[in-house]
């Protein structure tokens, strides 16, 4: 799936509450200008209606899982989200104008409250977060990492993945790995040159799987179920 802008307004509320929210003030000040109780009576109505919808999304937000690997210029950064707690993987830190600009709003309008920051290269257990040894599980998503620590070599083994993260400008040739590794996409962050990017696509491309440039491209979104 993709995700619709890497960054959002700063309003965090949908429209249908946005109109409740409206009709509530706007039913509440002419009732009161006219003492009318019916239009205040409404206007308490459609205020509960209102706060209904925030409930709710409340609610959504408590059992949200999902991964977004954000678009960024030369940078990478994926934020695996469960709940309100996020893993976030990145080579940015909390300074950064880049974090502010399109990690920080986005994450703020998933009302995440607790951010991890940790490197590609560092391995980390984090509950139902795992990355060790270029691999990362979340949940029940595997993802298998290409970059530098791979440079020139031959990757064995097997195993299903659902995506492969190339990364970090590598030297790794894909048409290396093994035959028994299987994935079912790629997606190739800003790290990457613009002609390595390009031989990663044509590989991808040629294997009749799907490649994701995540550079001067909309971020992309894997929504998972728990």
């Known amino acids: ?11 965090w509320i949908d429209l249908p509450e946005f109109i409740l929210l409206s009709l509530a003030l706007g039913l509440f000040i002419y009732g009161l200008a006219k003492f009318n109780k019916r239009f205040i009576f409404s206007s308490l109505f459609c205020f509960v209606c209102y706060q209904t919808l925030i409930i709710n999304d409340d609610l959504k937000t408590y059992h949200q899982q999902k991964i977004i690997f954000f678009s960024l210029r030369k940078n990478y950064a994926a934020a695996f989200i469960n709940g309100r707690n996020c893993v976030l993987v990145t080579d940015l830190n909390e300074t950064d104008k880049n974090y ?65 993260w190339i990364s970090g400008n590598t030297k790794f040739k894909l048409a290396t790995l093994s035959a028994s590794i299987k994935y079912k996409n790629v997606l190739i962050d800003a790290t990457n040159k613009d002609y ?31």
């Not at 799936?1 to 309003?11: N, R």
């Not at 270029?134 to 990492?145: E, H, P």
């Not at 590989?203 to 929504?223: D, R, T």
């Open 196 to 226: 390595k990017i390009e031989i990663f696509k044509k590989v991808v491309k040629n294997n009749h799987l799907a490649a994701y440039v995540l550079k001067k491209n909309k971020a992309y979104l894997v929504q998972l179920t728990q």
């Open 1 to 11: 799936m993709e995700l619709p802008y890497a960054t959002f307004s700063s309003i």
């Open 100 to 164: 502010d600009f399109f990690v920080k709003p986005a994450l703020s309008q998933l009302q995440v409250d607790k951010i991890s920051l940790i490197d590609l290269k560092r391995d980390t257990i984090q509950g139902n977060f795992i990355l060790k040894n270029n691999q990362i599980v979340f949940a029940d998503y595997k993802i298998l990492i290409i970059n530098d620590a791979l440079n020139y070599k031959k990757l064995e083994g097997n195993g299903d993945f659902s995506s492969l």
